[in-house]
Nanobody
Framework: QVQLVESGGGLVQVGDSLRVSCEVS????????MGWFRQAPGKEREFVAA????????YYGDSVKGRFTISRDNAKDTMYLEMNNLKPEDTGVYYC?????????????????WGQGTQVTVSS
């Protein structure tokens, strides 16, 4: 059974940086395209970033482009999201997701496995 566990969330100030991680077990991580999504209270889940199985391709949502960086370490079965210059609107629960495909995916309906999420709160 494939399991995804996020970690690294927390309470930060505007302009701070934070890195969240997603460790995958029970499957072949190096074969999965991965993605990050977030959901703020009262809002729909939003695409944040995606990365191909090799890490050679990445894609970002417009609201985080230039501030966030997605990466992965296939030797550690772990994906990361480095978040810089955080804003209050970045607040939400951050979810990682895995798709049984090599090419990166954007739509959340294209992912097969999901983590439980980690809370990120940006205080002004």
């Amino acid at each position: 059974q494939v399991q995804l566990v996020e970690s690294g969330g927390g309470l930060v100030q505007v302009g701070d940086s934070l890195r969240v991680s997603c460790e995958v077990s029970g499957g072949t991580f190096s074969r999965y395209a991965m993605g990050w999504f977030r959901q703020a209270p009262g809002k729909e889940r939003e695409f944040v970033a995606a990365i191909s199985s090799t890490g050679g391709s990445t894609y970002y949502g417009d609201s985080v482009k230039g501030r966030f960086t997605i990466s992965r370490d296939n030797a550690k079965d772990t994906m990361y999201l480095e978040m810089n210059n955080l804003k209050p609107e970045d607040t939400g629960v951050y979810y990682c997701a895995a798709a049984r495909t090599g090419s990166l995916r954007i739509g959340d309906n294209l992912y097969h496995y999901w983590g439980q999420g980690t809370q990120v709160t940006v205080s002004s």
